[in-house]
T-cell receptor, first 113, second 116 residues
Framework: DAKTTQPNSMESNEEEPVHLPCNHS???????IHWYRQLPSQGPEYVIH???SNVNNRMASLAIAEDRKSSTLILHRATLRDAAVYYC??????????????FGQGTILTVHP | GAGVSQSPRYKVAKRGQDVALRCDPI?????LFWYQQALGQGPEFLTY????????KSGLPSDRFFAERPEGSVSTLKIQRTQQEDSAVYLC??????????????FGNGTRLTVT
């Protein structure tokens, strides 16, 4: 599986934007970029995904580099509820991967009031 | 609607005991995944079902681990002769489509297994 690299941790203040980076230099053409987050004592939660174009939804925005070797998850106004571990995952839906997710260590986001 | 439900929420087992962990996926979801999450680590894939068929069990760490989904809905993960290294949170996830990039995984809150 193609690997991703994320900072171990980041900090933000409440109501400020947060940009969470992810490098995936070995991404293949069939890999979709997915983001999940995991709040304390909960299972992971889907945030957003994309292939080539930037994506927006009610939770966040995803900015994908033109060469697809990196991406950034953008939380427009962080709240205390956004404190979580954020995982950037390349999801291969081809072959016998069955669309399973391969998690790395993720980025621990701390939000200060 | 209801999400993915896992039971029990917590399980303490003595070393050598057998345990069974249950997952109720979202109704109508075709795909079901089991993951193991050690403390401070990201979840690791264990096995995958498409309806009742177990298509990928490459992540099961030993033959003490067994999973089933006999009617294509509820799934059970069984661990025989538990060892201390089996202590972890076991997560279940389901998704509507098979192999679909547009079908996100919905996770339960997991079962925390502690082997003493």
């Amino acid at each position: 599986d193609a690997k991703t690299t994320q900072p171990n941790s980041m900090e933000s203040n409440e109501e400020e934007p947060v940009h969470l980076p992810c490098n995936h230099s070995t991404i293949s053409g069939t890999d979709y970029i997915h983001w999940y987050r995991q709040l304390p004592s909960q299972g992971p939660e889907y945030v957003i995904h994309g292939l080539t174009s930037n994506v927006n939804n009610r939770m966040a925005s995803l900015a994908i580099a033109e060469d697809r070797k990196s991406s950034t998850l953008i939380l427009h106004r962080a709240t205390l509820r956004d404190a979580a571990v954020y995982y950037c995952i390349l999801r291969d839906v081809g072959g016998t991967s069955y669309g399973k997710l391969t998690f790395g260590q993720g980025t621990i986001l701390t939000v200060h009031p | 609607g209801a999400g993915v439900s896992q039971s029990p929420r917590y399980k303490v087992a003595k070393r050598g005991q057998d345990v069974a962990l249950r997952c109720d996926p979202i109704s109508g979801h075709v795909s079901l995944f089991w993951y193991q999450q050690a403390l401070g680590q990201g979840p690791e894939f264990l096995t995958y079902f498409q309806n009742e068929a177990q298509l990928d069990k490459s992540g099961l760490p030993s033959d003490r681990f067994f999973a089933e989904r006999p009617e294509g809905s509820v799934s059970t993960l069984k661990i025989q002769r538990t060892q201390q290294e089996d202590s972890a949170v076991y997560l279940c996830a389901s998704s509507f489509d098979r192999d679909s990039y547009n079908s996100p995984l919905h996770f339960g809150n997991g079962t925390r297994l502690t082997v003493t």
